[in-house]
């Protein structure tokens, strides 16, 4: 447990600056979590209350179209902050799904320890907003990937962006998160061995 909250320590302290004291005063107000592998985080129509950050393991979002098709649209991996974001801010009832994909151990950030970490750490504020930059730069790129590159360049550029993500997600999420089916995904792995 110790483990994942110096990992939590050494992230945040390569975006802000901030006393120790603080620090720990902060990470007091933080839980630890384990996860069996397909879990559900949050489901759909919960008020998401809390921010994960990911010591180990592998979240899927994903979430059901207006004909209940299931859709990948983020994976999240280790060192990343992960939560249905628009909803929290919002206080909203979620519409993504966030799953387990392996067993995971999280670090749980209540909306009360992030409310007391804009207030009371050094550069608490700071720290939410380089968050939020990361989350909308990563969403923006990938709206412009699905629409500016192809599958198969989308299919290349996903090894960079989720590093082995073939070893750890079924690859009928990769396609959906892809935007291609099954097949065309088969395909386009056969060309890349080529």
Not at 109 to 136: D, N, V
Not at 137 to 156: A, C, G, L, S, V
Request: proline letters at 4%.
């Amino acid at each position: 447990m110790k483990e994942a909250l110096d990992h939590l320590h050494k992230v945040i302290g390569q975006l802000i600056t901030f006393r120790e004291e603080e620090m720990h005063r902060f990470t007091s107000m933080l839980e630890i979590r384990k996860y069996k592998k397909r879990y559900i985080l949050q489901p759909v129509g919960k008020i998401p209350n809390e921010v994960l950050f990911i010591h180990s393991g592998l979240i899927r979002v994903c979430l059901d179209d207006y004909s209940g098709k299931e859709h990948s649209i983020h994976f999240a991996t280790e060192s990343q902050f992960i939560a249905d974001y628009s909803n929290f801010i919002l206080n909203e009832p979620a519409v993504y799904r966030l799953e387990a994909m392996e067993n995971l151990e999280v670090v749980v950030l209540p909306r009360a320890a992030i409310e007391w970490g804009y207030t009371h750490l050094q550069e608490g504020e700071k720290l939410g907003r380089m968050i939020a930059e990361f989350y909308f730069i990563y969403h923006d790129n990938r709206i412009r990937n699905q629409y500016m590159r192809t599958p198969k360049e989308r299919y290349e550029a996903i090894q960079h962006v989720f590093p082995d993500i073939h070893q750890r997600v079924p690859q009928h999420m990769i396609a959906s998160y892809l935007g291609i089916t099954p097949i065309h995904l088969s395909r386009l792995k056969k060309e890349a061995k080529v």
